[in-house]
């Protein structure tokens, strides 16, 4: 395990199976990680199911924070505004009590909550989710696979300038290869939005030395030969993703191609979120975990910030898109 201590915030409701995979997972995490602590965010009895589970040693590793609301999946985004355990894991991001926090609740409403709980940085309107695909060629970071669903080319820019940075910092990939996914790779191909992306950035310089490679097309997620960062909207983002786990399963699983996490990192907030699919399993609540622990432990929010500092070029920062909280993101994971 990685060195230093992380205090991880965990949604024990959000969920379709919660909160028993929430449970399930989170002593998983605490049991293989002995820098781990927890701050248990829901009702006092799931939470104390959970520590009474653990030795005396590991429950000193867990806290509770009692709460009994929780937006459900079917609601509106803007719901977590005023109540549920999301929004008290802001809370606790936010003042200091806890690192990083997880949940696998409805993802518009983490996205939203994080966005005006923990401040967007300057320049990234749309907050992004980030994940890492393991893919023939190494690990293959897609976003955005569900923070916002409209396919603005500002959007896919400023997007692709987010992946390189995080691809930098949390794979260790040196100049990373950035494409743009769309249906052929011949200059031309794609919808408006894609097309105009596509113009901005094969003119503009990326952060990190990253290089821009074009437009690639669905099979280089999986195999990774022309693309380190693939980047889409959070549409066609969060179809690909549930489309290529579930040819993974099919398959038999993922094995151990790159122990990548399946759970998504939200770029371009003021602090470490990571977010769940809504059908997690305990393991896959115990890798999100375990991926905002890595993140936390990496300073990956501030080393991306940092990497951003010098802002995003002008073209690329042009702005079109709507605020935080509307009907754009609410895609359900």
């Given at each position: 395990?990685?060195?230093?201590?992380?205090?991880?915030?965990?949604?024990?409701?959000?969920?379709?199976?919660?909160?028993?995979?929430?449970?399930?997972?989170?002593?998983?995490?605490?049991?293989?990680?002995?820098?781990?602590?927890?701050?248990?965010?829901?009702?006092?009895?799931?939470?104390?199911?959970?520590?009474?589970?653990?030795?005396?040693?590991?429950?000193?590793?867990?806290?509770?924070?009692?709460?009994?609301?929780?937006?459900?999946?079917?609601?509106?985004?803007?719901?977590?505004?005023?109540?549920?355990?999301?929004?008290?894991?802001?809370?606790?991001?936010?003042?200091?009590?806890?690192?990083?926090?997880?949940?696998?609740?409805?993802?518009?409403?983490?996205?939203?909550?994080?966005?005006?709980?923990?401040?967007?940085?300057?320049?990234?309107?749309?907050?992004?989710?980030?994940?890492?695909?393991?893919?023939?060629?190494?690990?293959?970071?897609?976003?955005?696979?569900?923070?916002?669903?409209?396919?603005?080319?500002?959007?896919?820019?400023?997007?692709?300038?987010?992946?390189?940075?995080?691809?930098?910092?949390?794979?260790?990939?040196?100049?990373?290869?950035?494409?743009?996914?769309?249906?052929?790779?011949?200059?031309?191909?794609?919808?408006?939005?894609?097309?105009?992306?596509?113009?901005?950035?094969?003119?503009?310089a990326l952060p990190c030395g990253?290089?821009?490679?074009?437009?690639?097309?669905?099979?280089?997620?999986?195999?990774?030969?022309?693309?380190?960062?693939?980047?889409?909207?959070?549409?066609?983002?969060?179809?690909?993703?549930?489309?290529?786990?579930?040819?993974?399963?099919?398959?038999?699983?993922?094995?151990a191609a790159g122990g990548v996490?399946?759970?998504?990192?939200?770029?371009?907030?003021g602090g470490t979120v990571v977010?769940?699919?809504?059908?997690?399993?305990?393991?896959?609540?115990?890798?999100?975990?375990?991926?905002?622990?890595?993140?936390?432990?990496?300073?990956?929010?501030?080393?991306?910030?940092?990497?951003?500092?010098?802002?995003?070029?002008?073209?690329?920062?042009?702005?079109?898109?709507?605020?935080?909280?509307?009907?754009?993101?609410?895609?359900?994971?």
């Amino acid at each position: 395990m990685e060195p230093g201590t992380a205090r991880i915030a965990v949604d024990l409701l959000g969920g379709d199976d919660a909160p028993a995979v929430v449970v399930d997972g989170a002593l998983r995490a605490i049991r293989v990680d002995p820098h781990l602590h927890l701050l248990l965010v829901g009702p006092p009895e799931v939470a104390d199911e959970l520590i009474g589970a653990l030795d005396p040693a590991q429950r000193a590793r867990v806290m509770v924070r009692p709460v009994r609301d929780a937006v459900g999946m079917a609601d509106h985004p803007t719901a977590a505004r005023a109540h549920g355990t999301v929004r008290a894991a802001v809370a606790a991001v936010r003042e200091g009590a806890a690192d990083a926090l997880v949940s696998a609740g409805s993802t518009g409403a983490t996205v939203t909550a994080a966005a005006l709980g923990l401040g967007r940085w300057p320049a990234i309107r749309r907050p992004a989710l980030a994940a890492s695909l393991p893919a023939v060629g190494g690990p293959v970071v897609l976003l955005d696979v569900g923070g916002t669903l409209e396919p603005r080319a500002a959007t896919l820019t400023r997007h692709a300038v987010l992946g390189a940075a995080y691809a930098t910092v949390a794979h260790a990939v040196e100049a990373p290869r950035v494409g743009l996914l769309s249906v052929g790779t011949e200059a031309g191909k794609g919808d408006r939005p894609r097309r105009h992306a596509d113009s901005l950035l094969a003119v503009e310089a990326l952060p990190c030395g990253a290089r821009y490679v074009g437009l690639v097309e669905g099979y280089d997620v999986t195999l990774g030969g022309r693309a380190d960062v693939v980047v889409t909207d959070g549409f066609t983002g969060n179809v690909v993703l549930k489309a290529v786990e579930g040819a993974y399963a099919m398959a038999g699983g993922t094995s151990a191609a790159g122990g990548v996490p399946r759970a998504a990192a939200l770029l371009g907030v003021g602090g470490t979120v990571v977010v769940c699919h809504g059908a997690a399993r305990a393991d896959d609540v115990a890798s999100g975990i375990g991926l905002a622990a890595h993140l936390w432990r990496r300073r990956a929010t501030d080393r991306v910030a940092a990497l951003l500092a010098d802002g995003i070029p002008a073209d690329l920062a042009a702005a079109d898109d709507f605020p935080v909280g509307s009907t754009d993101t609410e895609v359900r994971r």
